[in-house]
DNA sequence: AAGTGGTCTAGACCACACG
DNA sequence: GTGTGGTCTAGACCACTTC
């Protein structure tokens, strides 16, 4: 007997998960269809496929036409980040954000970006170099390439007042983009810009995004001593 | 005119997706009600919520009952990062994996955990060190504490053979997890256990999982110098 | 060829939040 | 109260994949 509702897509969901937790289905084991489950349950079976549809998008499950729905050898461990804005994430610590323009030039594409930005080899990039503060002690470095052939709108921005991720993320969205994550160590100059000892481990995103197949910007953010990144799973 | 189908969801999707990048509704702007678009596509209304309902997912719309459907001022940035089991991330990169058990010690709950594993302050956790090798060079170190209230069964486990990430996988499931990212500086020990000079900045994971509310492993990771981790938006 | 999930419809009622 | 999204139903056809 399930305690939960078992007419509300939520509900099927819990009592599936269940089954899977306590191994009433094994893994790598075939569930039953659709039609039968929703014969169990006694409602219709677009109710039985939500559910099946939200343990699918998190792994759990494996569906495929024809061959039924199994569930997951190795469920595979997902995790959503969310990327803040740098505003927002230092105003959610309650501190005081600002931050100050350190260097705009027109340069050609660096070596660098390009395998990325091959489709404006002739053509300059915006860079801009970029500082973040919280409660005025650094927070994050922030070097920037724009893609001028993609956006040209941004040759008439200065940058100074309001940042160039947040013009962009309002007058370039994006369709896609990768993002990676890693540890540096601080070089003389970083040292220098976030106000630390040289060597010093720091954390570094960086992050190229496209509309279509165009690049639009690179960025590499990288944070002052300390700094995590959370997300829940 | 669309040149998507319009009268599936994917198609009507891509339509909204459209309007919103070329701002034909704005930033903060409310967009048609559900009904209205069902009747200009011409199609269920079913068949408009589930595109709305995947834009919102994706953080792109905000959703309100009686509010209505309003594009976002500041669309969140999401990545899902899929965390591998390390061997399969190993063997994707043509490498052989082999991981070596350095200790396995029942000890008292440590300080740094007390505020998670408060169930089970009496008790000891299951302490344990693997190195994880790719081509016999070292690629991650791990720390890990299991709780045995929540899994007894790891008692009787060596964990010689198959990792106890895999083995938790399987045979305690978790219902959610705490994730965090951070750099650090290799200490004597890790970077005699990584191979590398000391102070080297080293990529970190940090993960607790739980089920309900008895938390059943923390695990931290620290890789190789050089470790990047990646993801698409 | 046939079985499974994927999707669409038309209609209905409900839950929530705003006025 | 009232309008909006959230969900459910019963039925239908489709698309993919494995047999």
């Known amino acids: 007997m399930a305690l939960t509702d078992t007419n509300s897509w939520t509900g099927i969901r819990e009592e599936l998960l269940r089954r899977i937790h306590d191994r009433v289905w094994e893994p790598g084991a075939q569930i039953p269809h659709e039609a039968d489950l929703a014969e ?109 052939d993609t956006v040209p709108e941004a040759r008439q921005r200065k940058f100074e007042v309001s940042s160039a991720n947040e013009w962009l993320v309002h007058n370039a969205p994006y369709s896609r983009g990768d993002l990676s994550f890693s540890a540096l160590n601080a070089n003389e100059d970083t040292a220098r810009i976030l106000d630390c000892t040289q060597g010093t481990a720091l954390f570094a995103m960086e992050r190229i995004t496209w509309t279509g197949d165009a690049p639009i910007t690179h960025v590499k953010l990288i944070f002052a001593p300390g700094y995590r990144m959370r997300s829940t799973i």
Chains 1, 2 share one sequence.
Do not use: W
């Not at 079976?45 to 939500?50: A, E, I, K, P």
């Not at 495929?64 to 105003?91: C, F, M, S, Y």
């Not at 915006?126 to 922030?142: S, V």
């Open 40 to 148: 169990e349950f006694g409602c219709a079976r677009t109710t039985v496929n939500r559910a099946l549809r939200d343990l699918a998008e998190s792994g759990l499950v494996i569906r495929k036409r024809r061959a039924g729905t199994r569930v997951a050898l190795n469920p595979p461990q997902r995790a959503t980040l969310t990327i803040p804005i740098i505003r927002e994430e230092v105003e959610a610590l309650g501190k005081t954000y600002r931050h100050s323009l350190l260097e705009r030039a027109y340069q050609p594409v660096p070596p660098m970006l390009h395998g990325v930005f091959h489709a404006s080899l002739g053509e300059d990039v915006l860079y801009l170099k970029t500082l973040h503060f919280a409660d005025e002690r650094p927070y994050a470095f922030e070097e920037r390439h724009i893609n001028l």
